[in-house]
């Protein structure tokens, strides 16, 4: 198995000069390819702060992130621009759709800042709108689309550009519970069949009852984490 | 674009109406003089090949219209007070089709033909000495034996020019008149001549003066150098205009865009999350405030050129903005603002070009947005 993610003693600190907060205290994670992965804990805990550090969004205090390899950390600003576009899928809890454009505009936009090919980018748009079920809605605008669909077009946009991974902030916060199942299903059949790897941050019971591995955080601090097991064994079985 | 274009047509209206007013009412497009009469305007110094010009004058296709002055300058007195004027000696019909000096009148009715020592002064010098039609003045100056000589004069009528410095200063009485009391028989001092077409000007200048080298022949820019020095500067009064219109535009643009990207935060977050790098979203609001200009270039192009195209038509009145002020510097409360086709593309260029230096300040905004402090907005 090939690791996707290995963060190194990582902390984000608001305030240090002052009254110093750890939104992340010296986490330590280690996230395999093809991994279906909750990042759960109360509001405060640090789970979006992670998520960002661990997309690049947001720069560590301490440690070091390696992405297949590359310690993001040590990147410039607009290496790591380029190192996102290319590496990481992005669904936020709000959709962000950009509400001129259309679905497929939308899941296009990525693939044109990849300048990849007219016909090439036809031909995986085509394929993400089937995988998400919505092939008829492709020219719709996002207000023309409901919650569930608007993040369906937003997780078929994170996969447009062939990342390593994909963070998913919340994804079913604005959702109801037909749309949410849907969506965890959508995101669990591409994990499955693709192998690609999501994690995810999320308080909903349902989502965190379809995660294949848990890491709870409270206070910055990762409490508990279901795969240490798992990657034991799944490490042993490997040996 | 429109606030330019429409100050530019106001500008270039102005001017054009100034120099139709300078010509067709002030000096006409050349005058004739004895090369030393100007310097201090001493009677004696009249026009002695007089006939012989206004023959040529009169054989000329491109002459439209002559009128033959003798002129003095004197003492304007009246029972209140007194003032230097400069009298002019007019056959009426020739003055009336020179200087449209017939149109000028609002009181009164002109000379009246075998009525003698009848005067016709401006608006503003009535209105300073107290004169109505019908009151008696008494003009004294020196005849051309250097002798003073004085005489009085009924008020036949009032008139009023675009210009009202000149309404004070210039009074109006038949030549025969004039002349009798100068003592100069039927000597001319000034020919004002009126061309058909303005194009003719340097060519009939030249014609006459070949023709007569004793006399000086004066176009009306010589005779008006401050009108030839407004036409020559009016292309750095009108960008000097167009600087300041751009600075107005400019924080416009500046509002618009900085407006823009304060709406669309979250948006320029969630694009820069997912790859946008900092040139394409500098070439991104750059490209905006292109297509902006773009897009709003012709249609204030189009309104500049409809509302100038009506005020030609119609004219545009601005004496309720001040008809002293504008007359007191020579211009008609009457403006036809011409569209200015001439300065189109710079224009274009100038407005271009504000627009992509404000959106630089926008744009550093923009760049400096973190994605994390973005998405949470």
């Not at chain 1, 992965?37 to 109360?42: D, F, I, R, Y």
């Not at chain 1, 759709?97 to 007219?118: C, D, S």
């Not at chain 1, 989502?207 to 508990?224: F, P, Y």
């Not at chain 2, 005020?311 to 002020?325: A, I, Q, T």
């Amino acid at each position: 198995m090939n690791t996707v993610i290995d963060a190194h003693n990582i902390s984000k600190i608001y305030n240090p000069d002052t009254i110093p907060v750890y939104a992340v205290n010296n986490v330590h994670l280690h996230l395999l390819k093809g991994e279906f992965t909750a990042l759960v804990g109360p509001s405060g805990s640090g789970k979006t702060t992670l998520l960002n550090l661990i997309g690049g969004l947001d720069k560590t205090d301490t440690g070091n992130i390696f992405i297949n390899g590359k310690d993001i950390t040590q990147l410039s600003a607009g290496k790591l621009i380029d190192f996102r576009l290319h590496n990481i899928g992005f669904v936020f809890q709000s959709f962000n759709l950009i509400p001129v454009l259309t679905a497929k505009e939308n899941v296009e936009f990525v693939m044109l800042l990849q300048r990849i090919k007219r016909s090439e980018r036809e031909k995986r748009i085509h394929t993400l709108f089937k995988q998400i079920g919505l092939e008829d809605k492709m020219n719709s605008r996002p207000s023309q689309l409901s919650g569930g669909q608007q993040q369906r077009v937003a997780v078929a946009r994170a996969l447009a550009s062939k990342p390593q991974f994909v963070l998913a902030d919340e994804p079913t916060a604005n959702l109801d519970s037909k749309s949410a199942s849907n969506l965890l299903d959508i995101m669990a059949l591409l994990n499955k069949e693709e192998d690609m790897t999501f994690i995810f941050s999320t308080h909903d019971q349902r989502v965190i009852e379809r995660a294949r591995r848990v890491i709870t955080l409270v206070d910055g601090k990762v409490v508990s984490d279901t795969a240490a097991v798992d990657t034991n064994v799944l490490h042993e079985t490997i040996k | 674009m429109f606030a330019g274009v429409a100050v530019l047509a106001l500008y270039k209206g102005m001017l054009h109406s100034r120099v139709r007013t300078v010509i067709d009412a002030e000096v006409a497009h050349l005058q004739i003089h004895d090369t030393t009469f100007k310097k201090d305007f001493e009677p004696v110094f009249v026009l002695q090949q007089a006939d012989s010009i206004l023959k040529v004058l009169h054989s000329m296709p491109e002459v439209k219209a002559i009128s033959a002055r003798s002129i003095t300058q004197g003492m304007l007195a009246t029972t209140t007070g007194s003032m230097g004027v400069q009298i002019n000696g007019v056959q009426p019909q020739q003055e009336y089709e020179v200087s449209q000096l017939k149109k000028k009148i609002i009181e009164g009715d002109g000379f009246h033909s075998g009525k003698k020592n009848e005067i016709l002064i401006g608006k503003k010098l009535a209105d300073k000495m107290k004169l109505k039609i019908g009151s008696k003045l008494v003009l004294t100056f020196t005849d051309s034996s250097a002798e003073m000589v004085s005489a009085a004069f009924r008020v036949a009528s009032i008139y009023r020019s675009d210009n009202a410095p000149l309404d004070e200063r210039n009074v109006y009485v038949a030549r025969e008149n004039l002349n009798e009391l100068l003592g100069i028989g039927n000597g001319l001092h000034e020919i004002a001549v009126l061309l058909n077409r303005d194009e003719d000007l340097d060519r009939v200048q030249r014609k006459l003066q070949e023709e007569f080298p004793a006399y000086q022949v004066e176009t009306w820019r010589q005779i008006s150098p401050e009108t030839d020095l407004m036409i020559n500067t009016v292309d750095v009064y009108s960008y000097i205009i167009m600087v300041i219109i751009m600075l107005a535009l400019a924080f416009g643009i500046i509002n618009t865009m900085l407006m823009a990207i304060l709406e669309r935060t979250r948006e320029i977050g969630m694009m820069t999350a997912l790859g946008m790098n900092r040139v394409r979203l500098f070439f991104l609001v750059l490209l905006e405030t292109i297509l902006l200009t773009v897009s709003g270039t012709p249609i204030g192009l189009g309104i500049a050129w409809l509302a100038t195209n009506y005020f030609n038509k119609n004219g545009l009145d601005l004496s309720g903005m001040g008809k002293e002020m504008m007359s007191s510097f020579g211009y008609s409360t009457l403006i036809y603002p011409e569209f200015p086709s001439d300065k189109i593309i710079g224009v274009m260029m100038i407005v271009t070009g504000t627009a992509i230096i404000s959106c630089l300040f926008p744009a550093m905004k923009a760049l400096r947005l973190q994605p994390v402090e973005a998405l949470r907005r």
